[in-house]
């Protein structure tokens, strides 16, 4: 989506948007934290992301890495810098071909600041000289695939210390097609609202998204505001400049300023969008949002038209349908399934034509490192320690398993009080109203389904299209999701030393235990499920694993019924069809 439609959209429904701006961190360390970052941020509700442009090969290429992932991995709507900056036609050919492969869709072009060797910004042969020039070339290749937005300055620009010039030249980039203005970090609203004022007598109408910069530190604050030439208001400084020793009250006093701040420039009637340099961290941008009331909340939830988080790589925008397994674990879906080319129906492909991709593609492991996992889900020693994790799961004191990277949703909130009693049992019996499929590491696979065709779990009505039917089960999806699944479970039990009572206990697990789903598909019966095991328990269930034992779990042959399920999360038995 065009950013220039959602400030349209933020405008006439008088709901004020916000954006945030990522750079590509330096380390792949840095990288794989600002992703779960990202990931995570994308629950704050921002309309767009920025990515913003390094200059030079490995910085760049991160950019448009980034913007990849962003698009497609975590369903957030990017903007991607481009500068002028050492960059001859080809290379902004490549960075605007890999921008369109991505899904991306705006732009905001920038003539770059001076190489940091360099004083003075010099064009590069072939390149472009200023920021209008960048703007036309991606008109004149794109057509308007691209929106285009472009740099404006309240206080003034390094290299151009008249006011005036610089409104003409933000004149000249608008009129060469920018169809939005990103400002400069500023405090100073009033000397904002001025300009806004000045921008607009010169005939510029398109929108103003003004940059804003949280506080984090003091030091920081001080920082930044020198380099950008930022001015200070004297109440400012004369209250952060009180506490300047101690963070967190910086950081609160900050927050008060900056939001009061953005209060006046919405109130201004002029602006419905702020966009906020998170310098890569969170808890001031939460905290900004917080004090101004736009964070989602109950009143204010984000909107999702679908149960799961919709990628928008190139072509995938429309996608509709997905196998429920991978409801929670989105990057994976999206890496498993990039080679498909078909998009017939919502869905990719012929669900029984293509293959899942291979399990070794990025993304598709454990999540975090093996002390990480081991803080999050303790070192189980029997099978009611692993019940239990499940059961926190769905209590959300855990908001992870190994199968699900997200949280539990208030969707499963009507059979939570069953789920948390399954998890303590198993089984898996016939019943007319039941579609089951169960399986085993091995692959025997068990299943009562009429055919190979999709069983919906959930389904929604959407504006302007029949019924949508976003969350299916079939065979083809179970078999690859059950690679994945036991790939994880192995993951997780390399987590602990190999001879660890908890190493063998997931393992004996993964390798004897079936995974389980069941549909039921009469959806009147919210709890028609749940019968089924009353008065099961798994044998011994309580009892410490004796890691010498190999002859099932506890020295006890299992039974295929006390098998506990492995449920995936939000899985399909917790919303019957
Ligand atoms: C919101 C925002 C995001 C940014 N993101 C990045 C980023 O990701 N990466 C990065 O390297 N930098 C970034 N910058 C910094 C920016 O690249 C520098 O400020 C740069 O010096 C100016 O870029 P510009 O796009 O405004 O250039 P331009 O508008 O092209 O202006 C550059 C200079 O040329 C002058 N000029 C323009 N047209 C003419 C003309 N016709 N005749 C004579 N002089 C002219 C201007 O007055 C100005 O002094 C960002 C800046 C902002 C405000």
């Known amino acids: ?72 991995q975590y369903g957030l709507e990017t903007c991607m810098h481009l500068t002028c900056t050492d960059m001859g036609k080809e290379k902004v050919d490549d960075a605007l071909k890999s921008a369109y492969k991505a899904g991306c869709t705006n732009i905001l072009a920038l003539r770059g600041d001076p190489p940091r060797e360099k004083e003075k910004w010099t064009a590069t042969e072939g390149g472009f000289h200023y920021a209008k020039d960048l703007v036309k070339y991606i008109k004149q290749s794109y057509a308007n695939h691209f929106d285009i937005g472009v740099a404006g300055y309240p206080e003034g620009c390094d290299d151009q210390d008249d006011p005036e010039a610089l ?25 904002f609202l001025n300009w806004v004022a000045k921008v607009r007598a010169r005939g510029v109408t398109i929108p103003i998204i003004p940059g804003i910069m949280p506080i984090n530190t003091y030091a920081s604050f001080v920082r930044r505001c020198n380099h950008m030439n930022a001015s200070i208001p004297p109440e400012w400084s004369e209250k952060l400049e009180a506490v300047k020793n101690d963070d967190s009250a910086v950081r609160s006093i900050g927050t008060g300023l900056v939001a009061e701040m953005c209060r006046k420039i919405l109130d201004s009637g002029e602006i419905h969008h702020l966009h906020f340099y998170t310098m890569n961290l969170a808890q001031a941008t939460r905290m900004l949002l917080d004090e101004l009331n736009l964070t989602p909340s109950t009143e204010r939830p984000l909107k999702h038209a679908l149960p799961w988080r919709q990628s928008l790589g190139l072509g995938r925008r429309e996608e509709d349908v997905r196998p429920i397994f991978w409801k929670n674990r989105n990057k994976s879906y999206v890496a498993r399934t990039q080679d498909w080319d078909e998009f017939p129906n919502g869905r990719w492909g012929d669900s029984r034509s293509p293959a899942f991709g291979e ?19 303790g070192e189980p020693k029997s099978i009611s ?65 009429p055919g190979e065709g999709p069983n919906a779990v959930t389904w929604g009505v959407f504006p302007g299209k029949e ?79 004796e890691a010498t034992t190999t002859n099932g779990v506890n020295g006890t042959a299992p039974k295929s019924n006390e098998h506990l399920p492995l449920t995936n999360g939000t899985g399909n038995a917790l919303v019957a069809a």
């Open 385 to 449: 320690d692993i019940a239990n994790i499940f059961v926190n799961y769905l209590e959300q004191s855990v908001d992870s398993l190994p199968w699900s990277e997200a949280p539990i949703t208030s969707e499963a909130d009507v059979i939570k009080q069953d789920l948390i009693a399954l998890n303590r049992r198993g089984l898996v019996e016939k019943d007319p109203e039941l579609t089951y499929y169960s399986v085993n590491k091995a692959g025997d696979l068990k299943s009562n389904s």
């Open 467 to 545: 019924i949508v039917q976003p969350t299916i089960v079939e065979t083809i999806s179970f078999l690859a999701w059950k690679d994945e699944a036991y790939r994880l479970g192995m993951d997780w039990a390399h987590c602990y030393d190999a001879g660890s009572p908890s190493r063998q206990l997931i393992e004996k697990m993964m390798n004897e235990w079936h995974l389980v789903n069941i549909v039921h598909n009469d959806f009147h019966q919210s709890h028609g499920l749940f019968p089924l095991f009353d008065g099961l328990t798994v044998q011994n269930i309580n009892k410490p694993f």
């Open 359 to 377: 399990l070794d593609a990025y993304g598709i492991g454990l999540r975090g490192t093996n002390e990480q996992n081991r803080k999050l889900w």
């Open 167 to 191: 409104l003409d030249h933000l004149k000249e980039k608008v009129d060469a097609g920018a169809t939005f203005i990103v400002t400069q970090m500023f405090y100073d609203v009033d000397n």
């Open 1 to 72: 989506m065009h950013v220039s439609e959602m400030l349209a959209e933020a405008k006439q429904t008088g709901q004020p948007k916000y954006s945030f701006e990522f750079f590509p961190p330096k380390t792949a360390q840095g990288v794989q934290n600002l992703y779960d970052r990202m990931d995570r941020m994308h629950g704050l509700g921002p309309s767009f992301i920025d990515i913003t442009w390094g200059a030079g090969g490995r910085q760049a290429q991160l950019t448009c890495e980034m913007v990849s992932v962003a698009q497609s």
